[in-house]
């Protein structure tokens, strides 16, 4: 007999897709990978052998000094003993989830959202309440889950105005803020990125970010901090869940963070170009059918089909993959209990200009028969 | 506010004690670290630069293979499409947990039982039975959490017997059966390490073990299979935990099972001396106060002190790390709700010969004063 939590645990509809990118031939606008092409030398260098020892749960002292200066850079107040490596940010949603969210808490999200965060969240029972950038909502809920720089899935960058709204609301509200900002680093043009959580008074917060996005996935490390009444809780909840991350991981993003040349801004503009590129095409191919606002930063455009069109791209899925295209359906990314909005994200850093070409042209064919054939 | 799980979420006191381990001139029987001296030689040659990628949530095939390999040896029935790669065997125990255990969901466990098992079912909600090896009952119990081989803290290996009748025990009472073996590759003479899994006839099962003991641990990997009915959703909440655990880790490590020359039976023997010479030294000092048996394998004497010495281990621990010795009160290995006995667990393995002389001389000083002395 299984715990009940198990029946809210449903099979991720990326996974599924990201086996079958793997196919050979396969355009893929599915994922959110960040190109290899970016990814740091690995070099052992700096890996002393006392790393393959047990380590702390909050992490290595010297990376936690690293992204203790990040963090403080980006202004948000902490110190090394208030830093938590995590093995990903996905980790960092689990242990919050697990920290403030039991059967029927209610977390307001932004609709749509991070469906990962969405897969935890229902594990452990929650409701959903939508936060809206620009008419901010945050009641009944104990939490505010917020990807507000360069958002998953639709590349969406709060306003430093919408930042203030929100850190009001929580504040007035007495809402948790936890906010996910794995994306921050790819940034195209200027744009608001200050942490929100900056902004806050009083109320309580968690905020995260990863490497997986400016240095390399495959490593698994990323980081948090929080108020003063969570983090004890949340540096329990890390060793109860892994002891620790891996120290080789941490040595070595440590050693890249203390090397000049790892220059962020070289990646954001190898992302600029793809970026760019991405939404000629789309210009060229999409205007008929979608609208999308041209992504400041992130992996991803966001387009809705026009209202002629009423797909759900879901039903469509199968045949663009027969066709050689990946996409994700926007409908996934919505949260149980709110209608979905007929959408596609696009990841466009992952194929190549001639191949971005081919399958755009393909997966619009398909949008533009399947959405006037009549029923 | 918080959720109510997280009243049930303890410090831990080897966490704690952790920390004062690092203090210079400490002689430690605390943690159960393995000897850096066993730690192989870090290598990147067999890693390619494909695996800074994000991977698949299982784990990568190459390693996944090699653990079917290992599996199959110990006659546990699994193949590579059946085994999940885990962020060390904590992960494990997460995942288990969430899987199978909600607020008064009974878990059998050996008393005492491994600590850091027993913070995360009790951060579920668990409640507990005891399972005696010599009388094994599972009565009530959905879940049987066993360490049947080397146990942390007792050291104690099942006999043959003994896991038939735990099998058994399992098939009559439909309890799904968790067993637990990362120390199995320490084995310092002949005993029974056949997974009990194995002789399993209907009940279902997760079987777990760690590369921590007999490679490193700060690569943090360990395994899991399961049976059929239950391993899809263990991959589902790895996926939800971490997405997938390290591939540079991953790579190193199978590119060590994968050398002849990485042979467990070098660091089986190394740490052999290691408690032979400990055993010695306990029968030279602590033959008037506690009463042990010598571990067949595993890091780990564990005494129980004598009637006249009614002391609860806890109560000194202070004072012994005034003393510049740190140990395990037994004590904190016991479930809540189960009466603990007074008892060590002490670490073999990291002290060398003269350094253990001294500390167990201060801490078997110090218990007899402590025992002895009049309220």
Redesign the interface.
């Known amino acids: ?6 029946h809210n ?4 509809p990326v ?1 599924e897709l ?1 086996k079958q990118i793997g196919t050979p031939g396969m355009i893929s606008f599915a ?1 959110g ?2 190109s ?1 092409d970016c ?6 260098a700096g ?1 002393k ?9 909050e992490g290595d002292l010297e990376l936690r000094n690293k992204v203790a200066d990040l963090l403080t850079e980006r202004g948000v107040s902490t110190d090394p003993d208030r830093v938590l490596i995590l ?2 940010s ?2 960092g949603i ?1 242990l919050v989830a ?5 059967s029927g ?1 209610k977390v307001a999200v932004e609709t749509p959202t991070y469906l ?1 965060a969405l ?2 969240f229902d ?2 029972g929650a409701n959903y309440a939508p936060i809206c950038p620009s008419s901010i909502e945050v009641s009944g809920a ?1 939490l505010v889950y917020t990807n507000p720089t360069f958002q998953n899935p639709t590349g969406h960058c709060y306003s430093q105005q919408q930042r203030h709204e929100l850190a009001s609301a929580c504040d007035n509200s007495g809402a948790v803020l936890f906010e996910d900002d794995p994306y921050r680093d790819l940034v195209y043009d200027q744009c608001s990125r200050t942490p929100i959580c900056s902004y806050l008074r009083h109320s309580e917060w968690i905020y995260q970010s990863s490497f ?1 996005k400016s240095i ?5 490390l990323g980081y948090l901090t929080a108020s003063e009444t969570l983090f004890p ?1 949340l540096v ?2 890390k ?11 941490q040595a ?1 993003i440590t050693q890249l963070l203390s090397m000049e040349n790892h220059s962020y801004r070289e990646i954001a503009s190898y992302y600029k170009d793809r970026r760019d590129t991405f939404d000629e095409l789309l210009s060229q191919m999409f205007e008929d059918i979608a609208v999308w606002q041209i992504p400041t930063g992130g992996l991803f455009f966001w387009l809705q089909l026009k209202p002629h069109l009423s797909i759900d791209t879901r039903t469509i899925l199968g045949k663009s993959i027969n066709n050689g295209v990946a996409f994700m359906p926007g409908e996934y990314f919505y949260p149980k209990g709110i209608k979905p909005v007929s959408s596609l994200r696009l990841n466009f850093s992952n194929a190549c200009p001639n191949q971005a070409a081919i399958g755009l042209s393909r997966l619009a064919d398909i949008i533009r028969y399947e959405g006037t054939k009549p029923e």
């Open positions: 007999m299984l715990a009940s939590r198990i645990l449903k099979e991720s996974r990201l994922g990978l960040p290899a990814f740091p030398e690995l070099d052992l890996v052998p006392e790393k393959l020892q047990y380590g702390a749960s093995s990903g996905q980790q689990d697990k920290l403030l969210i039991e808490t990962a897969q935890v594990l452990f104990r997986s390399a996935p495959g490593l698994r809780h329990r909840l060793q109860a869940a892994d002891l620790h991350s891996c120290r080789i991981s070595m």
